[in-house]
C-alpha cells in the first residue's frame, strides 16, 4: 500500500483486509494533525424507546487483527447503557481536510479491566479526577454544584485542592485509581467502507463484511473479509 494510493484512490482490486488501511488512514491523519482531534470518532446507539443517539468520543486503541478500536466512557452513562442493553453501533470517522471517512458498523463490547486500568493510569491527573467527580449524562443543578461535587470527590480520593477549585494545590502529583463505573468500550466491526473523495463527487468506496460471533466477555470470532465496490 503506497501513499499515494492510500491518498487518491483505492486499488482495482480491493484490499482482503480493510482494517489496515483504516489503521493506515488514521495514523496518516494523526501524524499530520489534519484537524485538532484526528482520533474523533462518532458512535451510534439506540434506547428502549428505539431513539437513536450519536456523540463524538476520542478512539485511543485501533486493533486492525482482528479488527476492533478502543474508546472510554463512564460505564453509567447513556451511551454505555444503550450499548450494553443493544450493542449493536454505528461509528465514523471523518477527515474533511483530506477528503476521507470510514464508516463502520459492528457491536460493542467493554474492555478488560487491565486494558481499561493502563489507559486510565495513562491519563493527566485531572482527566482522572473528572472520571470520578463526574456522573456522565446525569442532571446537575449549575456548574458551580459540578465544581463542588468534584471537589468533595477530590476529597475523598486525598487530593489536596485549591480553595474553590479543582485544581491541586502543589506540585504533588497523586495516584488515582480507576474507578470501576468507568473504562473502555472495544467496537468490533462487521461492516467498514472506506471512502475517497472524487472530483466531480465522484468518490470513490469499498465495502467489506464479515461475521462475528461472540467468543468471550471481550472478543468475537471473526470470518474473512469480503469486498465490493460501490457506487458513489
Known amino acids: 500500500m503506497t501513499t499515494n494510493e492510500t491518498l487518491n ?3 482495482e482490486k480491493l484490499p482482503d483486509d480493510p482494517m489496515h488501511w483504516a489503521d493506515a488512514w488514521l495514523k496518516e491523519a494523526t501524524a499530520s494533525a ?15 424507546d428505539g431513539q437513536p443517539s450519536a456523540r463524538v468520543v476520542l478512539c485511543k486503541q485501533f486493533v486492525p487483527d ?7 466512557t463512564n460505564y453509567e452513562s ?3 447503557a444503550e450499548l450494553g442493553a443493544r450493542p449493536q453501533s454505528a461509528a465514523l470517522f471523518h477527515w474533511d481536510a483530506i ?10 463490547v467493554r474492555s478488560p479491566a ?11 491527573w485531572g482527566s482522572q479526577l473528572g472520571a470520578w467527580g463526574s456522573d456522565q ?8 454544584a459540578l465544581v463542588i461535587q468534584i471537589r468533595e470527590r477530590g476529597d475523598s480520593l486525598g487530593l489536596s485542592l485549591a480553595d474553590g477549585t479543582t485544581h491541586l494545590q502543589d506540585d504533588h502529583v497523586p495516584t488515582i485509581a480507576r474507578p470501576t463505573n468507568w473504562g473502555g468500550m472495544r467496537f468490533w466491526a462487521h461492516t467498514i467502507e472506506l471512502w475517497i473523495e472524487g472530483e466531480d463527487r465522484i468518490h470513490d468506496r469499498g465495502q467489506w463484511r464479515r461475521e462475528i460471533v461472540r467468543s468471550s466477555e471481550h472478543a ?4 474473512p473479509w469480503r469486498g465490493t465496490r460501490l457506487q458513489p
Open 66 to 72: 482482528p479488527g476492533y478500536f478502543v474508546f472510554h
Open 114 to 124: 487491565q486494558e481499561s486500568d493502563e489507559y486510565f493510569a495513562s491519563r493527566h
Open 34 to 48: 489534519v484537524q485538532r482531534n484526528p482520533n474523533a470518532v462518532t458512535i451510534a446507539s439506540v434506547g428502549d
Open 137 to 144: 449524562s446525569k442532571p446537575i443543578a449549575s456548574k458551580e
Open 78 to 80: 447513556r451511551k454505555a
Open 9 to 11: 484512490r483505492l486499488p
Open 220 to 223: 468475537y470470532r471473526t470470518t
Open 99 to 108: 477528503g476521507r471517512q470510514i464508516r463502520l458498523e459492528g457491536q460493542v
